[in-house]
């Protein structure tokens, strides 16, 4: 036989039983790096991770939408950090853009006193200027996934020019309408920065306190 002249070594005695395992992504959708989104968490950060798209969270959106599935309307923080951590663990790069005043404690707090009173306050007190936990947001910035924008800036520039220096997606459920008709005088940058958001958006829901992205939409270049 093809081990004639061959000596093999004695079978092991009393071999332990193979640890059960789970292959790596069995049973659930891949969740980046290629193909759709998936609706369950992530696998954990590989070795790849570093070939993973930068991913910038809406964190106003996403903290009005998950408030409206679980708070009745309110910008719940919590929201933002599941939508982080949904990605996070997925091993993407996450970042955030939010106004300065709703990492601020004394002014979101003179906002909540205004807002019960129901009176204005610098104009209409909105409920997407008065996170539900600020202590949080404040977590996340020290993390350095939420980044302030100056007060009188629009916050969601921040995003799309962000994202798209970076190779980034936005997740938002905002069509960012008024950010393709602000481009003036170039039909050309016009008509690019609409197919950008057509396919850098990626938009999502909650059930409860569980993030679900679209699960038809998938990265550029993709399989």
Known sequence: GIFRGVTLPPPPKAPMPPKATQTRGAGRP?????????????????????????IVLDAPN????????TKGGTFSSRGVALAADFFRLAGHRVVGFVPDYLLDLEKVAERKRVQRLGKAFEGDVRSSQVPD?????????????????PPQDYDDSYSIRYAQAHGGY????????DH?????????????QR??????LISYTFVQDEFLPNPNFSFQGAD
């Open 170 to 177: 936005v997740v938002t459920n905002d069509m960012y309408r």
């Open 133 to 149: 936990d600020v202590l949080l947001l404040q977590k996340l910035a020290s993390e350095g996934i939420l980044v302030g924008t």
């Open 62 to 69: 996403i903290g009005m939408r998950h408030g409206k599935a």
């Open 180 to 192: 393709v008709q602000s481009v003036k005088g170039d039909p050309k940058e016009r008509e690019r």
């Open 30 to 54: 891949a969740a980046a790096g290629g193909g759709a989104l998936g609706s369950r968490a992530p696998p954990r950060p590989s070795a790849r991770s570093t070939a993973l798209p930068l």
């Open 195 to 200: 197919g950008w958001t057509k396919t850098h």
